[in-house]
């Protein structure tokens, strides 16, 4: 054989060997347009319009599971079979502990777990409670709101009326900072305005939608009343002339009945409760809302504002007290009340007890108010 031919013949096999040796490339599709070659750390901008981008992932503070929130301990149980206890509230000294029960209230010593008076009077439900600030003497009126049609006040160390309201079938009170007025929310849909002095009627104020007024409200600083209807609409009056000068409509699709109302301490915030278990706060100067917190399964009930405003408490259909860190819409401590729907809240004047009363709707004398001590 030819050596040349032979020489020529092995560098191909060797050739051969070699490339079958080669890792295998992938094949690339040409540029298009469409789909331009990219360095690998270059990100394109252009979507085509059949593509849905997805969405940049949103930072969500964790929801805090049972662990991490704290359990309120049990100072007090007030008793079954009294209520429903749709109102309460603590007297400015914190000796007294006042809860509806019917068409009674109930005055209770919390220190020592004892009843210390009942007062009489009211001929139908009571829906409200609050007391007056204190007088320069020191002692202090007990407004109550009933569906009979009368706001009664009361002086509870005689047990006695003091004046007698013709209101209408009334939902709620509240008292001028200074104690010489008082607010009446009624069924008709009215904010009144009365002169406790002389018991006589100042102003009535016709809601634009004529719903009933369930809650309200007035400012720490005295020149704004905020009220809760029936239909969702919360309506902020201006106390010198009585014109609404902000209304909060259309956050929900949902009924939206204002159960609770509370402004804070401080007048910067108002919180509110609604049937779809939600806490909403809101910035009453320019109406917008702030914060929604999923509060509870069912109704959301009774609101409180904790004495220095650092914590907010709700209750509601779903048995539970809960109370919230205000600025990060997070539960601080929570506990199931008993097998009732939990109506209303109310912090002591300390800050170191929050009570919540509970209640099955218009079942006379069926009810219970705990008190509770914050962690």
């Given at each position: 054989?030819?050596?040349?031919?032979?020489?020529?013949?092995?560098?191909?096999?060797?050739?051969?060997?070699?490339?079958?040796?080669?890792?295998?490339?992938?094949?690339?599709?040409?540029?298009?347009?469409?789909?331009?070659?990219?360095?690998?750390?270059?990100?394109?901008?252009?979507?085509?319009?059949?593509?849905?981008?997805?969405?940049?992932?949103?930072?969500?503070?964790?929801?805090?599971?049972?662990?991490?929130?704290?359990?309120?301990?049990?100072?007090?149980?007030?008793?079954?079979?009294?209520?429903?206890?749709?109102?309460?509230?603590?007297?400015?000294?914190?000796?007294?502990?006042?809860?509806?029960?019917?068409?009674?209230?109930?005055?209770?010593?919390?220190?020592?777990?004892?009843?210390?008076?009942?007062?009489?009077?009211?001929?139908?439900?009571?829906?409200?409670?609050?007391?007056?600030?204190?007088?320069?003497?020191?002692?202090?009126?007990?407004?109550?709101?009933?569906?009979?049609?009368?706001?009664?006040?009361?002086?509870?160390?005689?047990?006695?009326?003091?004046?007698?309201?013709?209101?209408?079938?009334?939902?709620?009170?509240?008292?001028?900072?200074?104690?010489?007025?008082?607010?009446?929310?009624?069924?008709?849909?009215?904010?009144?305005?009365?002169?406790?002095?002389?018991?006589?009627?100042?102003?009535?104020?016709?809601?634009?939608?004529?719903?009933?007024?369930?809650?309200?409200?007035?400012?720490?600083?005295?020149?704004?009343?905020?009220?809760?209807?029936?239909?969702?609409?919360?309506?902020?009056?201006?106390?010198?002339?009585?014109?609404?000068?902000?209304?909060?409509?259309?956050?929900?699709?949902?009924?939206?009945?204002?159960?609770?109302?509370?402004?804070?301490?401080?007048?910067?915030?108002?919180?509110?409760?609604?049937?779809?278990?939600?806490?909403?706060?809101?910035?009453?100067?320019?109406?917008?809302l702030t914060q929604t917190i999923d509060a509870h399964t069912g109704w959301a009930r009774g609101i409180?504002?904790?004495?220095?405003?650092?914590?907010?408490?709700?209750?509601?259909?779903?048995?539970?007290?809960?109370?919230?860190?205000?600025?990060?819409?997070?539960?601080?401590?929570?506990?199931?009340?008993?097998?009732?729907?939990?109506?209303?809240?109310?912090?002591?004047?300390?800050?170191?007890?929050?009570?919540?009363?509970?209640?099955?709707?218009?079942?006379?004398?069926?009810?219970?108010?705990?008190?509770?001590?914050?962690?």
């Amino acid at each position: 054989m030819n050596s040349k031919w032979v020489l020529w013949m092995f560098i191909g096999l060797l050739a051969a060997a070699l490339a079958a040796c080669q890792p295998a490339s992938p094949a690339q599709p040409e540029p298009t347009s469409l789909s331009p070659t990219l360095p690998p750390t270059q990100i394109p901008t252009g979507i085509p319009p059949t593509e849905t981008p997805m969405p940049t992932p949103t930072l969500i503070s964790p929801t805090p599971t049972r662990r991490n929130v704290q359990s309120l301990r049990e100072s007090a149980d007030l008793g079954t079979g009294k209520g429903p206890a749709y109102s309460q509230d603590w007297s400015p000294d914190g000796l007294l502990l006042a809860t509806t029960d019917t068409d009674q209230i109930r005055l209770w010593n919390t220190s020592t777990r004892r009843e210390t008076g009942v007062l009489t009077g009211h001929t139908d439900f009571i829906w409200g409670l609050a007391w007056s600030p204190p007088a320069p003497d020191g002692t202090s009126l007990l407004a109550s709101a009933s569906q009979d049609g009368y706001v009664r006040l009361w002086d509870v160390t005689t047990g006695a009326t003091t004046a007698t309201l013709q209101t209408g079938w009334a939902y709620c009170v509240d008292w001028s900072p200074d104690g010489q007025q008082l607010a009446v929310g009624t069924n008709s849909g009215e904010v009144q305005i009365w002169d406790v002095a002389s018991q006589q009627m100042l102003h009535t104020w016709q809601s634009p939608t004529h719903t009933a007024v369930l809650s309200l409200g007035w400012s720490p600083d005295g020149n704004t009343i905020a009220s809760g209807e029936w239909a969702g609409e919360i309506y902020l009056w201006d106390v010198a002339t009585g014109q609404v000068h902000q209304t909060i409509t259309g956050y929900s699709n949902e009924p939206s009945d204002v159960n609770g109302l509370a402004w804070s301490p401080d007048g910067s915030t108002l919180a509110t409760t609604h049937p779809d278990g939600q806490v909403r706060l809101w910035d009453p100067a320019t109406g917008q809302l702030t914060q929604t917190i999923d509060a509870h399964t069912g109704w959301a009930r009774g609101i409180a504002w904790s004495p220095d405003g650092n914590l907010l408490a709700s209750t509601g259909q779903d048995r539970r007290i809960v109370v919230w860190d205000p600025l990060t819409g997070l539960a601080y401590a929570e506990q199931h009340h008993n097998h009732l729907p939990v109506w209303s809240v109310s912090w002591s004047p300390d800050g170191a007890m929050v009570a919540s009363g509970a209640g099955d709707y218009e079942q006379r004398h069926v009810g219970a108010t705990i008190v509770w001590r914050v962690p």
